[in-house]
């Protein structure tokens, strides 16, 4: 037999192998049937051979390059062809002689017992005997080639009994058996071949020699086929354990440093205006390509092979390279199969054939992803396994894995140990990443076997730690903590590429949120100390020089030594300070080093000698006492100008005064001794002055407490003596300077010191501890307003107090108040030390432990490791805290300073949540504690780089990293430290800082969104603000606003539906009273008036809230919300669409729906080239904008008008509060006090700066931090050329720009200033409230309302530094407004004032004159209207009654009564339903203004309270504002819109032959938008240009009209199958009969692109305005929302299927039972109806599954989950499409009703909507009879007929649902020249109707029916031939064509 054909034969014996294992061996069949088994019912005979083959595919492969098994196949009969030309039959009988080693597992099969053995050998020789029945030859070869030697089988074949009717099957299970069982009975034989193999062994030596030599020579030309691994190389192990490391180090290898304690950012790789989902999965294993690359290689070195012996290397290296092939696939089939049906019941199987060992599933997912098994080839799926799709090892391996670790808890503890192995190498940059896909695919190319399984891959160990997190519901914390932190370590590590930070982030958020609650208690690990050696002695006292920021410290060597730390430097500089006498070597040594007030002098002494340092350069002066120096302290509160004063008080009783002179000079200090009259009895044992330097207090062994008074004439008068029965007291001064506290006995006693009369002061104790156990004291350094300082006490038991002290002069009641105690210490506490930068207390007891507190809360935030000595001592320094030991000569240092602890609080307020889960400590978890300490800064340095990303509009949303970084920072409760900054419990609590503005929002709405789906209270910090003009609720009235347990969910959405749908129920209708005067040639006084010099009243204008008086136009707010504009309308400003003057008030149109708060109108100066605009805030806190678009000033990137209002996209989600305007540019302040500005800084001088790229941004760049860092603006104003910031508090003034003229309030400021700075000279006239800004003059407004005016208003008035202005008496200004040199002023009373000038063609002052007015005169006219507010405009002036709501109050008013139909709030009070709807609204702005942060990519399925989501509750999407969601989308749309010469252009045939039927329009315009870039399909009327064949049509708009409403059409006609019906539908029932839903059997590739292509056309829909007419059912809807379906969604669907799966599931209750089950369900296996009815599986394999009554329930489940995801194919693919032409995150936040209203708009044509869009043309008007006629006509149609006429005159079958979504406006003309009673006609493209004259209405109603409902094609021809009339308007001058119907 040739080498070729024997090698074929080799593999045909595989197959069959194969075919014989998978069709044979019960495992296997009982697996794909879908039941299992117990391993008792495997024969042992097959239990050893898939051993066998398991351990058979984890030895490693002959050859390095990785194949398909087919071209293994090919490459043997290569080999073959090959040998056969170059050897001789000789290598067919060394390939005979092959043998196979096989596995010790089999051993493990059972055998014959010893006294069966001879038996049994000799019956079945016997039974060989009588019927002796030769096997097939193929059987045989299988046996061999299976592993067992010829020998072994020649034995089987002589003794083994075969009957002679076997089959082949039969005959190779019969072999099999015997050969397993009888392996001890054949010893004999096996000697004698061993006998003559030893023999063969020696005559072949030779031969393979010469194969030796030839391999070693052909490793360059044939490497791959004659090298690789042997045998003997099968036992791979592969380690990557770590040594533990130090913190320091582990920080180190991280790649972080104190300098740079974050990694590298996570950047955008592209810009993403639109916000698609970019989703991040784990790269493929490998590419289709690498394995053919291989082939050919090996190829080409069969061809290079030169001698028999390679050949025969090469043979039998291909060989095993098959057997070791197929077994891997027979073993991933088996592992294929089993993950198909995971199930307890697996785990028996699987442990039976070691694949429950998780090393060999490691390794074996190892090699399917380096593509060492390259899937399952097609020969192997000969098997009839139901629903068998191509099976993905990686997947089927993992599935396994993950089963195996559920259900076997040694399994899981392995594989953590593996996961966290790999991860800590990787983040350490052990391990080796493949980042790139070249760099992957280069190095798998040559990767064998050995390196895969030694190298384990990085992606590997993702598979395994994603298996793992899944699993962590399973077990609680403590288990994973090794795999936590070694998570956090890759999250964390600068060595990690930015998107396995991602993953490694993922991960954590998985295991935090599925680990299972316990609940244990928090632990803080003890920190190391750093130790700093330098004394000699011990270390008896430290102190910090503030100033300085330097340590002291003094040892019994009487030396000082003086530490500092450079930036940087981890080791400190030392400077010793020596005592320059002799006596101080022997001296006793005062254990104090007291540092004076000003940080100029050190004080220390030996014996009777004080030494004096001077700080600045060391330099020392003594000074000999009379006595033995006992105590000292320096005078506080140092005067400039004033010595340095220490008191020293001597042994003796005595006191000194010391002063240090010529401290501040360069030369040698001298020191002035003084001896005080007053001696005291007994040593004086301490020393204390007051805070303020008046007050020295003094202790002495005998005479007790003295207190003496420090005069203005430096003389110490001896006020009080207190005698005390102890030794030694000890003092300490309060901060206020005023109380004193004093220990003796350990008893504490409190004394109040006071003056009584002159300079007298006395001592009182008010309060004395209740035992004598108090040892230490310490004061906090600050006391509040109300005069309330912090004492903390430490006792001999270990406890500490803290006590609420107040002064004499705030007292009322207990002046003493226990706030907590402190119980951690286990000895006597013996110091005490306050931070005085932050809310943290130091302690430190006996037995050497020290530990911080956290004043706020009482919480222990740190502890240090125990040095077994007394603390003696404790500072504070800005490298942590300084300690000295007794008995120690070395300094400790116990890191963080007190600057640095806001990682400290992280890490506590982290383990206070992770102690629920099982992390108690972060002991074992080194990389999670350094994560934790500095995730802030990772969060503040993260947020600042996106947020400039989407503010410039690269980005839509933040990025998936961070907003699950943001939730984790939520879920761990790290939020609490950076909102709400620590502050000692004495004092008031600080606001939020303003760069975690954000992070509050965020953690507001997941609270409150919590809150509400729960019904729980609110935390007290989220508690809903109430506006200062609302009262709140007595407690007795019930029904709380906060209280969500009184308010149900029901309640809730009737209060936002009548809040909607009533709107005068809320806001009110009062009658106002608008007053004018000025010029007013655009009408804009009212009443046709062109001048009024004296103030007059405009009756037409009623319902007003708001009056603005504009350039040449005026503007008012009704009370709706809703804008109205009269005046000049060139450049747009009107708003209207065009530049049209308007002489009677109009609508706003576009911003009808949106409430707008205030409108501010430009230019503020009269100009010669007058240029107008305008910008309205809206009640949801957006800006919007029109008119002229000069240099950006508006917000918006064009110098062109914009003629109806645009959402300013930089300001999106500003919250903005107030807006400001003058001529070149604007400002805005958002409710968080931040200040934008946009605009140019243009300069009269002509010197111009661009402005900021035409966009608002913030005006608080980095060079500003220093100036309003963390300052709140409260108001902003601008001037011609300045602005003026006025903060929150009205105290501090900020202006920038032109200073001349004192124009900022000072003549001494001049010049141009770019960047705001505080003006000083301001503060003096406030707190102010408001400020006016002209061309160079100011006004403010104090909080008493004064008014401070600077500046110059007009040119010949002189300007004129900061001055009162002054009203009359009693008249408090309430509002100030400025324009065109004059000013209005408005007091209390409703009085009106003016001052300026009445130019000569102007009388704006309000009273004849034009002379320069310069002080406030009262507008006399004016009647007595009590108004409420003024407006300054350029020619002119307005006044109104009405109230203006500032910021911070409200306008919705308390309604009269709910409405019927609202039964849920009919007992409640209307007073209480008002407070509960701000609640709700405040809800509404807090989720709309961090709706970024929020995960919108995709559909979540599970939130928890680390990733908490609040836009996965419909509830809560339902809880949002319409109009705020609305106008996000608006903005958007805008910010992404394309011009229209973009769009594509694209062809459709409607028209065809007499033979061939109509063309469908759907799939011609799908087939051709689809080629298209979808960014041209973003223009603002039509997304492409339809040129219909055939028909005599040009689109302008109506073609595109038509063919998208044909389109609907045929989507739900039949002719396509994208769309079925409901099956409520067909089964005529339940709700939704009437709708349609996607067609879940359309998967096909052009399927899913036609789905997508809808997705297009619904993003269309939106932008353009023009809904479409398509009736999909609600769930999906709900669905595109992003939402996930309930059962009550499919009920709403498919009401009989929900019957079923309730009857199935609850059929026991009807007493069926398991024996009668099947026969009442028909339904036999787990398949079920789907949508389209037909029967599925509800799983893989369900066809073959079973269903009983024991497993009804899962079968429900499945069926359930089936029906409820079997749309995810299709709704990915409309949501891809509608994902490219709209924002998909905002659509995030719609419900499903406001979706479906956005693409489809409203199902019922109101023809009232009509009526507001007509515009009259040609000589008509709305009381023309034939107008008046056709609006009856229409009002009477029914609904279909109106869908009809709306379709004739516009091509659209539907109406968006407010006016303000219509850009178009319904043009109605007349006929023209056409005669009496003709057709009309329309214009589609124009939205258009011309209409002839006709006698009668009955006339125009049949000719009018007859046209829309029978007309239905376009033609242009009638439209060519009348081109001349005047149709076309300004709207349209883009369009040069048009379509007529």
């Known amino acids: 037999m040739s080498s070729a054909a024997k090698s074929l034969k080799a593999i045909m014996c595989h197959q069959e192998l194969v075919k014989l294992l998978l069709y044979k061996t019960p495992s296997v069949n009982v697996v794909v049937s879908g039941e299992f088994m117990d391993k008792s019912e495997l024969s042992s005979t097959y239990q050893s051979v898939l051993k066998l083959l398991i351990s058979k595919a984890l030895k490693l492969s002959s050859l390095k390059p990785s194949l398909e098994l087919f071209e293994l196949e090919q490459l043997c009969c290569a080999l073959g062809l090959e040998a056969l030309t170059k050897v001789s039959e000789s290598i067919v009988c060394e390939y005979e002689g092959l043998t196979y080693p096989t596995d010790d597992s089999a051993d493990s099969s059972p055998s014959l017992r010893p006294e069966e053995d001879s038996a049994a050998v000799s019956e079945e020789a016997a039974s060989t005997e009588q019927q002796p029945r030769t096997p097939a030859p193929h059987v045989v070869s299988s046996l061999i080639e299976m592993g067992f030697l010829q020998s072994h089988v020649n034995i ?76 003997d190389q099968h036992d791979i192990h592969a380690d990557h354990s770590s040594s533990e490391m130090s913190l320091t180090s582990l920080l180190s290898a991280l790649g972080l440093t104190s300098q740079h304690p974050v990694p590298k950012l996570l950047r955008f790789i592209n810009t993403n205006p639109l916000g698609c989902a970019n989703t991040s999965e784990i790269p493929k294993h490998i590419e289709d390509d690498e394995c053919s690359s291989s082939f050919s290689m090996l190829l080409n070195q069969v061809k290079k092979l030169r001698s028999t012996g390679e050949c025969i290397v090469a043979i039998n290296r291909v060989l095993t390279a098959v057997q070791t092939l197929t077994a891997r696939y027979i073993v991933l089939f088996i592992i294929a199969t089993v993950s198909t049906f995971p199930s307890v019941k697996c785990i028996p199987l699987l442990e039976m054939l070691d694949l429950g060992d998780v090393e060999i599933l490691v390794r074996l997912l190892r090699l399917v992803y380096a593509g060492r098994i390259n899937g399952i080839p097609g020969s192997l799926f000969f098997l009839n396994v139901p629903d068998s799709s191509p099976l993905k090892g990686l997947d089927c391996v993992g599935e396994v894995l993950r089963m195996v670790v559920t259900w076997k808890s040694s399994a899981g503890s392995q594989l953590l140990q593996a996961c966290s192995r790999d991860l800590v190498g990787a983040a350490l940059g052990g391990a080796q990443l493949a980042t790139k896909k070249n760099e992957r695919k280069e190095q798998r190319s040559d990767r064998s076997d050995l390196s895969v399984l030694v190298n384990p891959n990085f992606y590997v160990s993702q598979k395994l730690v994603q298996i793992m997190a899944e699993v962590a519901g399973k077990s609680d914390g403590s288990s994973m903590i090794h795999m936590i932190d070694a998570l956090a370590a890759c999250l964390f590590s600068s060595k990690l590429e930015p998107d396995h930070r991602f993953w490694a982030l993922k991960q954590l958020m998985t295991i935090f949120s599925t680990t299972k609650p316990v609940q244990l208690r928090s632990e803080i690990s003890p920190s190391q100390m750093l130790q700093f050696d330098g004394h000699k002695g011990q270390i008896m006292k430290c102190t910090l020089n503030i100033k300085e920021k330097n340590l002291l410290s003094v040892s019994e060597d009487n030396t000082v030594l003086l530490w500092s730390w450079s930036n940087g430097e981890d080791q400190p500089q030392r400077t010793t300070l020596c005592f320059p006498i002799s006596e101080s070597s022997n001296g006793l040594l005062l254990p104090i080093l007291p540092v004076n007030s000003t940080t100029s002098c050190i004080a220390g002494a030996v014996n009777d000698v004080l030494c004096v340092w001077r700080v600045r350069d060391c330099v020392s002066v003594t000074v000999k006492l009379p006595n033995l120096i006992t105590a000292m302290s320096w005078k506080e509160a140092q005067k400039d100008g004033e010595f340095p004063l220490l008191i020293v008080g001597l042994a003796d009783g005595q006191l000194c005064e010391v002063k240090v002179l010529r401290v501040s000079m360069n030369l040698h200090p001298e020191l002035k001794l003084t001896k005080l009259e007053h001696y005291a009895q007994g040593a004086i044992c301490d020393l204390s002055w007051n805070s303020s330097g008046t007050t020295l207090a003094a202790s002495s062994l005998a005479s007790g407490l003295h207190i003496y008074h420090f005069t203005t004439k430096e003389e110490y008068l001896l006020s009080s003596v207190v005698q005390h029965l102890s ?255 620590p502050n000692a419990p004495h004092l008031p609590s600080l606001p939020t800082p303003l760069e975690w503005e954000w992070l509050k929002s965020f953690s507001t709405a997941v609270t409150m969104t919590a809150a509400l789906n729960d019904r729980t209270p609110l935390p007290k910090q989220m508690l809903c603000p109430l506006p200062s003009n609302v009262e709140p609720l007595g407690l007795e009235e019930g029904y709380q606003m906060n209280d969500n347990s009184v308010w149900t969910t029901l309640m809730d959405s009737q209060i936002l539906q009548w809040f909607a749908t009533c709107p005068n129920d809320w806001y009110g209708s009062a009658k106002s009273t608008v007053l004018t005067w000025g010029k007013g040639i655009y009408n804009q006084l009212g009443h046709s008036t062109t001048q009024k010099a004296l103030p007059g009243e405009a009756t037409e204008w009623t319902d007003v809230e708001q009056i603005v008086a504009g350039s040449y136009c005026t503007y008012t707010i009704k009370f709706d919300g809703s804008i109205e504009a009269i005046g000049d309308g060139s450049q747009g400003r009107l708003g209207n669409g065009g530049s049209e003057s308007a002489s009677q008030m109009l609508t706003v149109s576009a911003l009808q729906g949106i409430k707008v708060v205030q409108i501010v109108a430009g230019p503020r100066v009269l100009s010669t080239t007058d240029e107008g605009f305008a910008l309205a805030l809206s009640e949801a806190g957006n800006v919007y904008s029109w008119g002229k678009a000069a240099k950006g000033r508006i917000g918006h990137s064009t110098n062109d008008a914009v003629r109806t209002p645009k959402l300013i996209d930089a300001l999106i989600g500003k919250d903005i509060k107030m807006i400001a305007c003058c001529d070149y540019h604007c400002a805005a302040v958002s409710s968080s006090g931040v200040l934008y500005t946009f605009g140019s800084n243009k300069l009269p001088v002509g010197h111009e700066v661009p402005s900021s790229v035409a966009t608002a941004d913030c005006f608080l760049d980095s060079d500003e931090q220093t100036v309003m860092s963390n300052v709140r603006i409260g108001y902003v104003s601008c001037g011609q050329f300045f602005t003026l910031a006025i903060s929150e508090d009205g105290f501090q003034v900020f202006g920038c720009g032109k200073a001349n003229d004192a124009a900022l309030g000072d003549l001494n400021i001049t010049g141009e200033h770019f960047k705001f700075f505080r003006l000083p000279h301001l503060t003096s006239f406030g707190p102010f409230v408001k400020a006016a800004s002209g061309h160079s003059s100011a006004v403010l407004i104090n909080s008493s309302g004064t008014l401070c005016w600077f500046g110059s208003l007009y040119e010949k008035m002189a300007p004129r530094n900061a001055e009162i202005l002054q009203l009359p008496a009693g008249e408090r200004a309430v509002d100030v407004q400025t324009a065109s040199e004059y000013m209005l002023a408005l007091t209390e009373s409703g009085s009106v004032y003016s001052w300026g000038l009445n130019t000569h063609h102007t009388v704006q002052l309000g009273y004849e004159g034009t002379s320069g007015v310069t002080t406030p005169t009262l507008i006399a006219s004016l009647p007595a209207k009590q108004l409420k507010q003024i407006s300054a405009g350029v020619c002119h002036a307005a006044a109104c009654n009405s109230v203006v709501h500032p910021p911070g109050t409200t306008r919705i008013s308390v309604p009269v009564a709910a409405p019927a139909q609202y039964q849920a709030l009919r007992d409640i009070p209307c007073k209480a339903i008002h407070a509960r709807l701000l609640l709700l609204n405040y809800f509404s702005k807090v989720v709309l203004s961090s709706w970024s942060l929020f995960s919108t990519s995709q559909i979540v399925e599970r939130s928890s309270s680390f990733h908490f989501n609040p836009l996965a509750s419909a509830t809560t999407r339902s809880f949002l504002c319409s109009a705020h969601t609305e106008g996000l989308m608006e903005g958007f749309i805008s910010r992404t819109m394309v011009a229209m010469s973009h769009q594509p252009h694209i062809t459709v045939q409607r028209i065809s032959n007499d033979e061939e039927p109509c063309k469908l329009v759907f799939p011609q315009i799908a087939s051709q938008i689809l080629e298209k870039s979808t960014k041209n399909l973003c223009s603002k009327s039509r997304a492409w240009k339809v040129k219909l064949i055939g028909e005599g049509a040009d689109d302008a708009g109506g073609v595109f009209d038509e063919t998208v409403a044909q389109m609907c059409e045929e989507l739900e006609n039949g002719a396509l199958k994208l769309l079925i019906p409901t099956p409520n539908s067909v089964n005529k029932c339940g709700l939704n009969t009437d709708h349609f839903i996607f067609n879940p059997h359309c998967t096909s590739k052009q399927d899913l692109q036609w789905f997508k292509f809808i997705g297009i056309m619904f993003g269309v829909a939106v932008r353009t305005k023009k809904p479409l007419d398509i009736h999909l059912a609600l769930p999906m809807w709900k669905l595109l929302a992003g939402m996930l379906l309930t059962h009550q969604d499919l009920e709403e669907i498919d009401m009989m299927f929900m019957q079923t799966m309730y009857s199935i599931k609850d059929i026991h209750k009807s007493g069926v039972q398991d024996e009668d089950f099947s026969e009442i369900i028909p339904i036999e296996h787990f398949i079920a109806q789907n949508s389209s009815g037909n029967f599925v599986p509800v799983v893989q394999g369900g066809g073959v599954i079973k269903l009983t009554f024991k497993n009804r329930t899962e079968y429900v489940e499945k069926s359930l989950h089936f029906r409820l995801h079997e749309f995810d194919l299709q709704v990915t693919a409309v949501r891809e499409g509608l994902a490219s032409i709209v924002p998909l995150p905002v659509i995030s936040l719609f419900t499903s009703h406001m979706l479906e209203n956005a693409v489809c708009g409203d199902k019922q044509i109101d023809i009232r909507i009509l009526k507001k869009l007509a515009k009259y043309e040609s000589g008509l008007n709305e009381y023309t009879e034939r107008v008046k006629w056709m609006w009856s006509i229409l009002s009477s149609l029914p609904n279909e007929d109106k869908i009809l006429f709306l379709r004739f005159v516009s091509g659209r079958s539907r109406l968006p649902n407010k006016v303000g979504k219509i850009d178009q406006r319904f043009r109605i003309t007349s006929g023209g020249n056409r005669e009496t009673n003709a057709l009309p006609t329309a214009q589609t493209c124009f939205f258009q109707i011309k209409l002839p004259l006709y006698s009668s209405e009955s006339v125009l109603k049949e000719k009018l029916c007859y046209a829309f409902r029978n007309c239905r094609s376009i033609d242009t021809d009638t439209y060519m031939l009348n081109r001349g009339d005047n149709s076309t308007t300004e709207d349209d001058e883009d369009d040069d064509d048009d379509d007529d119907d």
């Not at 054949?186 to 005559?203: A, G, K």
């Not at 706030?819 to 006597?828: A, G, Q, S, V």
Request: hydrophobic fraction near 35%.
């Open 727 to 981: 030794k030694k007291t000890f003092l300490s001064w309060s901060p206020g300077g005023n109380m004193l506290s004093t220990i003796e006995r350990n008893q504490l006693k409190l004394w109040d010191v006071r003056t009584c009369h002159e300079e007298s002061l006395t001592a009182t104790c008010f309060h004395q501890s209740q035992a004598d156990h108090v040892c230490c004291v310490a004061w906090h350094s600050l006391e509040s307003d109300d005069g309330i300082s912090l004492l903390a006490s430490g006792s001999l038991n270990g406890d500490i107090d803290l006590w609420k002290v107040t002064s004499l002069q705030n007292h009322c009641g207990s002046r003493v108040l226990h706030m907590y105690f402190l119980r951690e210490h286990r000895t006597p506490v013996t110091c005490l030390e306050f931070s005085t930068a932050d809310v943290l207390l130091a302690s430190g007891d006996k037995d050497g432990s020290v530990k911080v507190w956290d004043l706020q809360n009482g919480d222990l935030l740190k502890h240090s490791t125990k040095i077994a000595c007394e603390v003696l001592s404790l500072c504070w320094t800005l490298q942590g805290i300084a300690i000295c030991f007794k008995s120690t000569n070395a300094l400790y240092i116990l890191p963080p300073g007190s600057h640095d602890y806001i990682g400290e609080r992280c890490v506590y307020h982290s383990l206070l949540t992770l102690s629920q889960h099982g992390l108690s400590s972060t002991t074992k978890a080194p990389c999670l504690a350094t994560f934790l300490k500095n995730m802030h800064h990772l969060l503040s340095s993260q947020y600042a780089y996106e947020l400039e990303e989407l503010n410039s509009g690269n980005q839509l949303v933040h990025s998936e990293y961070f907003q699950m970084l943001t939730g984790l920072a939520v879920g761990l409760g790290i939020h609490t430290v950076l909102l709400y900054p």
């Open 156 to 231: 089987a074949v002589e003794r083994c009994q075969i009957p002679s009717n076997s089959d082949v099957n039969t005959s190779m299970e019969l072999l099999l058996s015997w050969l397993l069982v009888h392996r001890e009975d054949i010893t004999e034989e096996l000697e004698q071949i061993e006998q003559e193999r030893d023999r063969e062994q020696e005559d072949s030596h030779t031969l393979a020699q010469e194969q030796s030599e030839h391999t070693t020579a052909a490793v360059e030309h044939a490497p791959d086929l004659l090298e690789g691994p042997t045998e």
